[in-house]
């Protein structure tokens, strides 16, 4: 599968701009970098759910749940598609937590529902596929790339009514090792230097912890249902939740509501160099009307 | 075939009883409803639990009696984030002495689990170490033994699909329990309440197969888990005894409880590669409960107590103590162990047959800081709690099937 010209694309995607932004979902409202940065509501056709933001090409990646794709969105085009995954499994693509690799290969975890669980990967030569080996029964949702390329990944398998998870560091040819374990539902994880941050959602924690085993987890903060994470300003983190806020996580068990009211925060992200926050909404309740969006926010 | 033959020589006796008592006999069916609201002050609020009022339960079910020697349960509990299947099983008793029953119900072992009600216990919530060894409930077949005058022994055999899991549709395992008592006086079922004397005196296992779960699991009593446990993997196996005695009006209980559990590590994520073998861990615990029921009649276990009719007060009035020590997941190098010390004391108004009325303060001491709160050596927990239920009649075994009416 090779990546597709997106100016050519850009039709056959249902998008629109709401909340003050323009028609086609580009958010041309911001077009130049020095600009404030303008609160906008993106709606998408599509579900998403893990958001990575490419500080280097000023891409935003989004992991479709609805259509098993990878979407990108960047200022110049709006949304687009930036690769299509393999095949399926029955009970729906269940992508969790998207992010890319130094020679530009998208990597996606895939939930699974116990059955199916997996990691998908779509390389910049077009070609995608299925990572070898891996444990189906793991449910996997958070994924994160360390400063020296190593992959991590986090799942937690759910047997006789309790959960139990992790984190595994990841490699792409088919091993997925565990690294820390002990947690019940992990479902965020982002590399800090030498440490990971994990948000556990059944234990309403945000943990930081070294990639071993055995280590002393510190708390940062104990917050309700935290979900997939991100780095934020000044050694902060960003998480939603399904009670639909995002929270930035100071550490020290201090966290901040940024935002509110929206329907399921599923994957958020970080732009440093223009600061604003980016943040998957996720309609919980597609019967009524589907109305999924991506929000960009200033941050101060 | 074998099956089948087995089958019919268990229910055609009971039909055919049945069928001779079909005229003394109408069918009954008993709403189940259960509901606890506390007010609750935490040492550590916010990172134990949060202060303030909270619905603690809400059980909601019914239990049918169809034939004398037939009785279906189901119960879910409604006061948590989802509803959650609690007993969904059909009981079948042959005889007064054989109670035979498939279905999701608790497994055996503890007396204070098993033998009692939670909400109903002399302390609110069941003790730490019960909690945290205990295998709850799963979906199984059971063989149950009753105690009577003339052999006052007590037995279970169950196999179910392992802990916790009540639904049982996400795993293939399987899980054994086997628990012996010896039960005298006031202990019997259907005993006199004013018998002075009442013992019961047991022991049980648990084997089951895990994959890959959390290992032994304390809490304090508002549910939160002080100790991070070990993912365990593995044959897991639990012993404990008991011992509950009773003198008039004072009731005393204790248990000790052992714990072994497996672990392997999944080193490569492939579930085709063998595991790497662990050391197991060792986990241990015990309990001791005395409660005085200072105004209103003598307990019975599983029964809500009520009033002597004298005294100064409406209902009944009970005061209770329990002490208990639990360590936790010790004897591998790779871990680091965990433990606590626990005490509590409560006192609970039985005021009228379906209300109740307590107060109860928690205090744990932890062996290792939780994670939560690094500087945190011991947590306290004060408890006020309304309870209500709907009385519903013990079931009739089928010698009892002529008194009825």
Same mark, same amino acid.
């Given at each position: 599968m090779r990546y597709l010209d997106t100016r050519w694309l850009w039709p056959l995607l249902i998008v629109a701009a709401c909340g003050g932004s323009s028609g086609g979902g580009a958010a041309d409202e911001n077009p130049d970098p020095d600009e404030p940065v303008v609160a906008q509501?993106?709606?998408?056709?599509?579900?998403?759910?893990?958001?990575?933001?490419?500080?280097?090409s000023g891409t935003l990646y989004i992991a479709d749940d609805n259509?098993?794709?990878?979407?990108?969105?960047?200022?110049?085009?709006?949304?687009?598609?930036?690769?299509?995954?393999?095949?399926?499994?029955?009970?729906?693509?269940?992508?969790?937590?998207?992010?890319?690799?130094?020679?530009?290969?998208?990597?996606?975890?895939?939930?699974?529902?116990?059955?199916?669980?997996?990691v998908v990967f779509a390389k910049p030569d077009g070609t995608s596929g299925v990572v070898p080996n891996l444990d189906p029964v793991r449910r996997r949702l958070g994924l994160t790339i360390a400063p020296d390329g190593t992959l991590y990944d986090t799942f937690f398998v759910s047997l006789n009514g309790v959960k139990n998870g992790s984190i595994a560091r990841l490699d792409l040819s088919g091993t997925e090792t565990e690294v820390v374990t002990g947690f019940q539902k992990p479902v965020g994880v982002v590399a800090v230097g030498d440490d990971l941050v994990v948000s556990d959602q059944d234990r309403d924690t945000v943990f930081r912890t070294p990639p071993s085993d055995g280590a002393t987890l510190e708390v940062l903060a104990q917050l309700e249902g935290p979900d997939l994470?991100?780095?934020?300003?000044?050694?902060?983190?960003?998480?939603?939740?399904? +009670?639909?806020?995002?929270? +930035?996580?100071?550490?020290?068990?201090?966290?901040?509501?940024?935002m509110g009211d929206f329907q399921e925060v599923r994957g958020v992200a970080y732009d440093a160099k223009r600061r604003r926050l980016f943040v998957a909404d996720h309609d919980g309740t597609e019967g009524d009307g589907v109305n999924h969006a991506l929000h960009i926010l200033p941050v101060d | 075939m074998r099956s089948s033959l087995l089958a019919a020589s268990l229910i055609v006796p009971c039909v055919l009883s049945g069928a001779r008592a079909a005229s003394a006999f109408e069918p009954e069916v008993y709403p189940l409803l259960v509901g606890e609201v506390d007010a609750k002050l935490h040492s550590a609020s916010r990172v134990e639990g949060e202060d303030g009022f909270s619905v603690t339960r809400l059980r909601l079910g019914a239990r049918a009696q169809l034939a004398p020697w037939f009785v279906a349960v189901g119960q879910a509990e409604w006061a948590l984030e989802k509803p959650v299947l609690l007993d969904a099983y059909a009981s079948l008793r042959p005889s007064d002495s054989w109670e035979i029953s498939m279905g999701a119900r608790k497994t055996p072992l503890f007396a204070s689990a098993r033998d009692d009600v939670v909400w109903m216990l002399p302390v609110p919530e069941r003790p730490m170490v019960t909690r945290a060894f205990w295998p709850s409930r799963d979906v199984g077949l059971e063989v149950h033994h009753l105690p009577s005058p003339r052999l006052p022994i007590e037995v279970w055999v169950r196999g179910g699909n392992g802990s916790g899991n009540i639904l049982g549709n996400d795993n293939s395992d399987f899980a054994i329990d086997a628990r012996l008592d010896a039960v005298f006086g006031r202990a019997l079922p259907d005993a006199d309440p004013t018998q002075l004397l009442g013992l019961r005196v047991g022991g049980g296992v648990h084997a089951e197969s895990a994959e890959d779960r959390p290992g032994v699991r304390a809490t304090t009593a508002d549910g939160f888990i002080f100790y991070r446990p070990q993912t365990v993997y593995g044959p897991r196996r639990i012993m404990e005894a008991h011992v509950v005695g009773m003198v008039g009006p004072v009731k005393a209980t204790a248990e000790i409880t052992f714990a072994r559990e497996s672990r392997a590590r999944d080193t490569d994520g492939n579930p085709e590669t063998p595991r790497v073998d662990q050391d197991p861990v060792f986990s241990s615990g015990a309990m001791l409960e005395v409660?005085?029921?200072?105004?209103?009649?003598?307990?019975?276990?599983?029964?809500?107590?009520?009033?002597?009719?004298?005294g100064i007060l409406p209902g009944a009035l009970e005061v209770a103590g329990r002490l208990e020590r639990i360590d936790l997941a010790y004897g591998a190098r790779d871990v680091t162990p965990g433990g606590a010390t626990a005490a509590s004391a409560a006192v609970r108004w039985w005021a009228t047959p379906f209300a109740a009325l307590s107060a109860a303060l928690y205090w744990t001491g932890y062996d290792v800081p939780p994670i939560e709160s690094p500087d945190a050596t011991d947590s306290w927990l004060g408890l006020v709690r309304a309870t209500f239920h709907m009385p519903v009649p013990r079931p009739q075994p089928p010698g009892a099937r002529g008194s009825r009416k």
């Open positions: 509501r993106i709606a998408l056709d599509g579900d998403p759910n893990g958001l990575f933001w490419d500080a280097a259509n098993n794709r990878i979407l990108s969105w960047t200022e110049e085009n709006g949304v687009a598609l930036a690769a299509e995954l393999p095949e399926a499994p029955p009970d729906g693509p269940g992508l969790g937590q998207v992010v890319k690799t130094a020679d530009g290969t998208l990597v996606a975890t895939r939930f699974g529902h116990g059955t199916d669980g997996a994470l991100c780095v934020g300003p000044d050694g902060t983190f960003y998480s939603g939740g399904k +009670q639909g806020s995002v929270r +930035q996580i100071q550490g020290g068990g201090q966290f901040s509501e940024v | 409660a005085w029921m200072a105004v209103g009649a003598w307990r019975t276990l599983g029964t809500w107590p009520t009033a002597s009719g004298t």
